[in-house]
């Protein structure tokens, strides 16, 4: 087992420190002058400890070397293992936020500060997109393979397209031409480099792109991309009047999950949680906020009823074919209490569902 440091507790004084809070100390120069780009992949032994001494895990202790894409991993590596060259041995004293949080009792993953002593064995640089490609303003490489005809597509559209990627090593990330039918999404959703690929794109128009992904191995997703078609964007959805509460004639379960039928249907049969349903839905935090809706996306959700929530799995199935209703979901059936930063809606949560078809299970 390696030695722990003596200085595990704390960088010292003569620790190097990045404007991040990165801290570090050369313990053997290396033999190399390049050092590695986060799109690279690199080969490292190393053992981690937290700041009390205890040892968390070693590649040295299993003997055997790990390869990884630099971009792939805690932030603190991405950074640090870019100070080194080939051959070199670097301890690091790596903040919480850029390791794996604050310590959480249970959770199996080391937290607070971390100390890594980390030797670069070798780096495998990421391959280049070609030099007879086009760029994009933001230098999103692309090569036209077909010209399309007509409009290109607005700011706010509902874009449909095919997208088939691999990493530049051939790995297959994705295929929708294997789905049976194209994915649709609003332009300002899709990620920043897609997005503005499809917007310059028109109907019928097929691009081979070189996407960045610093997280995979070659630091690059290569995709065919086609723009099949787009439309404008469907009006959000009013704020429900009562979308803090559920009124006095909305229907209670026992668990607590309120209801009220908005529009009939005209089905016969309630789906079982074992089916599978087609809606159009949208969702509301208690203060009017819209989080989520497939209206305003143009396209029905499809999904089986026993993986959603559990307000969502109880209260689809009181509905028939052709219903509208509004839910008011308790936090218990939803996602949990609200919690800042978590990205997810959180208290309780107002939806309107209009259940389109059960599909057979």
């Known amino acids: 087992m390696p030695e722990v440091p003596s200085d595990v507790a704390a960088p010292p004084a003569d620790a190097e420190k990045t404007a991040s809070g990165l801290a570090s100390k050369v313990l053997k120069a290396g033999t190399g002058a390049a050092k590695p780009a986060a799109a690279d992949t690199v080969t490292v032994h190393y053992t981690g400890w937290t700041t009390d001494g205890k040892q968390f895990d070693s590649s040295v202790e299993r003997g055997q070397p790990a390869s990884f894409p630099l971009g792939g991993v805690i932030k603190g590596w991405t950074e640090g293992l870019q100070l080194m060259v080939e051959g070199e041995k670097r301890r690091f004293w790596i903040p919480e936020e850029l390791a794996y949080g604050p310590v959480v009792e249970g959770s199996g993953r080391p937290g607070g500060m971390l100390v890594f002593d980390v030797e670069l064995l070798g780096i495998k640089t990421a391959p280049k997109p070609p030099e007879d490609t086009e760029k994009t ?15 290109k597509p607005a700011a706010d559209s509902i874009v449909t397209f095919h997208f088939t990627g691999k990493t530049m090593e051939g790995q297959a990330v994705q295929d929708t031409r294997s789905q049976p039918a194209p994915p649709s999404a609003p332009l300002d959703k899709l990620p920043p480099e897609l997005g503005e690929l499809l917007g310059a794109m028109t109907p019928g128009e097929q691009r081979t792109c070189w996407l960045p992904e610093a997280n995979i191995p070659g630091g690059f997703i290569v995709a065919d991309i086609e723009l099949v078609s787009f439309k404008a964007p469907v009006p959000a959805p009013p704020v429900p009047e009562d979308v803090a509460a559920a009124p006095a004639d909305a229907k209670k379960t026992e668990s607590g999950l309120a209801s009220k039928v908005l529009k009939a249907g005209e089905g ?59 839910f008011w ?19 309780m949560l107002c939806f309107d569902v209009e259940l389109l078809e059960i599909v057979a299970p």
């Open 268 to 326: 016969k049969v309630n789906p079982k949680a074992s089916d599978t349903v087609k809606v159009h839905y949208s969702g509301w935090e208690t203060d009017g906020k819209m989080f989520d809706s497939s209206v305003t996306r143009g396209e029905p959700a499809e999904f089986p009823l026993g993986g959603v929530i559990p307000g969502w799995t109880e209260g689809v199935q009181l509905m028939v074919v052709g219903e509208k209703r509004r």
């Open 137 to 151: 303003a933001s230098g999103v490489a692309y090569r036209l393979n077909k010209k399309g005809e007509g409009e």
């Open 329 to 347: 979901i308790p936090e218990g059936l939803a996602y949990g209490p609200k919690q800042e930063g978590s990205g997810r809606p959180g208290g």
